[in-house]
């Protein structure tokens, strides 16, 4: 609630735009000024049922709002990109949601055109904006945990083949990696840092998307981090960092909010961290965060740095080289 009161705009009125601006209403005093469809009538529904001032048939129409202050890009992973150019352009800070793009070399082009543009811009990756991955980071910071020297993280989710969700089709890159590896590998690259070498092994989904895909990430030193997604299954869905004097555990789901358990290497009496689990009620972290930063004039947070997300995408882009995995509007992989 003390962060300062912004003006948004939202691009998308999908699931993930519907909890965002319910769980900011709930926490804070930012303001939803607009919403875009490129379908005029949703965009209009979306409005009236969220309460959002003005509805735009399209994301060029919104941008051009003058009393829009940070927009965020809400759409399908394949309009990421395109939503955070149009917003950078048009001179609005943004937010855009997890991936940052569908590739580093997406990721990378948004990051430079918001420093050439002396704008504000993050990745929506929420985790790392919750109290739960704050408490992490002063463990890290304290050297409780002592040499890390490996990370285990998995996330996985079933999707019912004849479900019809976005997540299935492989024209809007569906898959796990994006939606669900990204947490794993960026919690990896995190703590650990990029790896040196990446191995990785995927397997097909009867939808046409990859379904499965399990890696190993491995620093110079020999640190290691196995991480795996699947859409087959649901998982535990917990990360575990350890060291050489403790292992902390996140309890799943570990990218939404919960506790924190450090052991003490060899046994010891466990310590543990509790917060409410409220999901996706968390999502308000970032944007407060968003309008903090904003607010100081700030074009970056250290919770997400765009080099961290760029970085995470170039892990992401070699998991799916090993597994010969191709998103729209990528050159094939050389025979």
Not at 53 to 64: D, K
Not at 117 to 129: H, K, Q, S, V
Not at 229 to 248: C, E, H
């Amino acid at each position: 609630m003390s962060a300062p009161a912004l003006d948004w705009g939202v691009l998308g009125t999908g699931w993930i735009a519907e909890r965002f601006i319910g769980s900011v209403r709930r926490h804070t005093r930012q303001r939803f000024t607009a919403v875009a469809s490129r379908d005029a009538a949703r965009a209009e529904e979306f409005a009236v049922r969220h309460g959002v001032t003005r509805a735009y048939g399209s994301y060029a129409e919104l941008v051009a709002d003058d009393e829009v202050d940070v927009v965020y890009v809400a759409t399908e992973h394949t309009a990421h990109l395109a939503g955070a150019r149009l917003a950078l352009e048009a001179g609005k800070h943004v937010l855009v949601e997890k991936p940052l793009g569908l590739n580093a070399g997406q990721a990378a082009e948004i990051a430079e055109l918001a420093a050439e543009r002396g704008l504000f811009c993050a990745e929506a990756l929420w985790t790392f904006f919750l109290p739960r991955f704050d408490v992490v980071r002063q463990v890290l910071g304290s050297g409780l945990l002592g040499e890390v020297r490996s990370v285990l993280a998995d996330l996985g989710e079933y999707f019912d083949p004849a479900g019809g969700h976005r997540i299935l089709r492989a024209d809007l890159a569906g898959g796990p990696l994006l939606d669900l590896g990204t947490y794993p590998v960026s919690l990896a690259t995190w703590v650990l840092g990029t790896p040196d070498t990446v191995q990785a092994s995927g397997v097909a989904h009867p939808a046409g998307v990859n379904g499965q895909v399990g890696a190993v990430l491995s620093t110079a030193r020999g640190d290691q981090a196995v991480v795996h997604t699947t859409l087959f299954s649901d998982t535990p869905t917990t990360a575990v960092i350890a060291g050489t004097k403790g292992t902390l555990t996140l309890p799943g789901p570990f990218y939404q909010p919960g506790d924190v358990v450090f052991t003490p290497a060899g046994g010891g009496t466990p310590l543990t961290y509790t917060e409410p689990h409220i999901g996706h009620d968390g999502l308000h972290f970032e944007a407060a965060e968003v309008a903090r930063r904003v607010g100081d004039g700030h074009l970056e947070t250290p919770l997400r740095p765009l080099a961290d997300s760029v970085a995470t995408l170039r892990v992401l882009d070699g998991i799916r080289r090993r597994c010969g995995i191709v998103f729209p509007g990528e050159p094939a992989p050389a025979a």
